[in-house]
């Protein structure tokens, strides 16, 4: 088990390098493409010179058409697409990377870190399907979301995983198993984003994290949901039975096969390997990775919902540190976002984790799949205003972008509300009930 568990550490290191070399590490974007910021502008002349990221190299571009002065910020980093059918260096749109800092908006990261806390300890996800979109709605780009929350991942799942482990709900081995595959698809979904983001800006990398967002959600929540009602309703007290397809999953003997004595589990490590691959994947390009993690172990490898949830943040630990890793070799972490939100979903995690205690198994998937179908209408109602901003649909009137804005934020809070709210109910009927069962016992003994 010892030369197991360091060949299984030697791999999570070993492989990104492998992966990284073939995928040509952290190269920049295409010449179309330029990242840095603008410090100084020429409006009557229509020209501005850009300082480059890295190099600081300064470059003299022209104004494009459809652009005024006024679109022109100053010393803020920003990614600037070039339109080469207009001629050398004229630029066709700029995008500001990070977004302006208000105190409302400090206010409301702190509340959304809470609660992504306590829904990551809860449910074994990072939280980034109400964290990442609840940014973006802040004004935060896609890509930058995604990295910061990435970023913020590895210290709260560390945190989480200690805390569940201490309850003797992390599997250890299947996290380490998992992870290896797991950071390969981080390599590859980091990959894929920065491809999007670099031909198509951060409009690009916006619809794209809203439209994989959409997909995901409603697929897994909807079955999530279906199972949870199924059990609540007359499955079982606890919801622990095996689901057929990982029942059929245990039964494939295709070497080498893996004992995983927490999640009581027996299986080829093959199959281990297109969750972990899909996990990882997911976590890099929309820095989700638990809502399909979790499910993947539940319903394909056999592990129970607490078991699930728990391991899963061990296996978010090693691909926070590796996807911070890359996101910040990428320029693209925005630190103020990470360190908010890190500021009290470390306190929600503990919760979070505390809650699993006393709750029954169904309830972490009823407070999955409720959470994701709510955020799954906002970030959907944003799609028609990036696919307006990419051209690819007539521009939304006024009133309409209004109304999309609003279903977006307030179906957003609700989704945070019903998260801490369940959460919260089903944690004090819990501590309640044991608190009375207890006292019978006492009662029951000095009786």
């Known amino acids: 088990m010892k030369r197991f568990i360091v060949a299984i550490i030697v791999s999570l290191f070993m492989l990104p390098l492998a992966t990284t070399a073939l995928a040509g590490g952290g190269a920049g974007p295409p010449t179309d493409m330029l990242k840095g910021k603008f410090i100084e502008m020429n409006a009557a002349e229509r020209t501005v010179v850009l300082q480059k990221d890295a190099t600081e190299e300064l470059q003299t571009l022209t ?4 652009m005024q002065p006024e679109d022109i910020r100053l010393n803020k980093k920003v990614l600037v697409s070039l339109d080469k059918h207009a001629g050398e260096g004229v630029i066709k749109e700029v995008s500001i990377m990070f977004m302006d800092m208000t105190p409302n908006k400090m206010i409301s990261l702190l509340i959304v870190g809470l609660v992504g806390g306590l829904l990551s300890g809860f449910i074994g996800s990072g939280g980034a399907f109400v ?20 970023c913020h991942k590895f210290p709260k799942a560390m945190i989480g995983t200690y805390k569940r482990w201490k309850y003797g709900q992390v599997d250890i081995k299947l996290a380490l198993t998992m992870a290896c595959t797991a950071i390969i698809g981080v390599q590859i979904g980091v990959q894929i984003q920065k491809y999007i983001l670099n031909h198509w800006g951060n409009a690009g990398s916006n619809l794209y994290v809203s439209v994989v967002f959409v997909i995901i959600l409603i697929l897994v929540g909807g079955y999530v949901s279906y199972d949870a009602r199924k059990l609540a309703k007359g499955g079982s007290a606890t919801g622990n039975e095996t689901p057929k397809l990982a029942q059929k999953m245990q039964k494939i003997n295709l070497p080498p096969m893996m004992n995983f004595k927490v999640a009581k589990v027996r299986i080829s490590a093959w199959v281990t390997i297109p969750v972990g691959l899909a996990t990882g994947m997911l976590a890099a390009t929309i820095a989700v990775g638990g809502f399909i993690g979790v499910p993947g172990m539940i319903y394909v490898i056999g592990a129970s919902a607490v078991v699930a949830s728990a391991t899963e943040l061990g296996i978010a630990f ?45 309830m972490i998937k009823v407070v999955m799949a409720a959470t994701m179908m709510i955020v799954s209408i906002s970030r959907g109602s944003k799609i028609p205003g990036y696919l307006a901003d990419l051209g690819l649909r007539s521009p939304l009137d006024p009133q309409t972008a209004n109304i999309l804005n609003q279903v ?10 019903t998260a801490g709210l369940i959460i919260t109910v089903a944690m004090v009927k819990g501590i309640s009930a044991d608190r009375k069962s207890k006292r019978a016992e006492e009662a029951l003994m000095h009786g």
């Open 318 to 362: 090693c691909m926070g540190a590796w996807g911070s890793i890359q996101w910040g070799l990428s320029g693209l972490i925005d630190i103020r976002l990470t360190l908010l939100i890190l500021a009290t979903s470390l306190i929600g995690v503990q919760l979070g984790a505390l809650g699993t205690t006393y709750v029954k198994d169904y």
């Open 63 to 66: 104004l494009g058409a459809a």
């Open 131 to 150: 964290l990442t979109p609840a940014m973006m709605s802040l004004g935060a780009p896609g890509a930058v979301a995604v990295a910061s929350n990435m």
């Open 408 to 417: 977006s934020f307030w179906s957003l809070v609700a989704a945070l509300g």
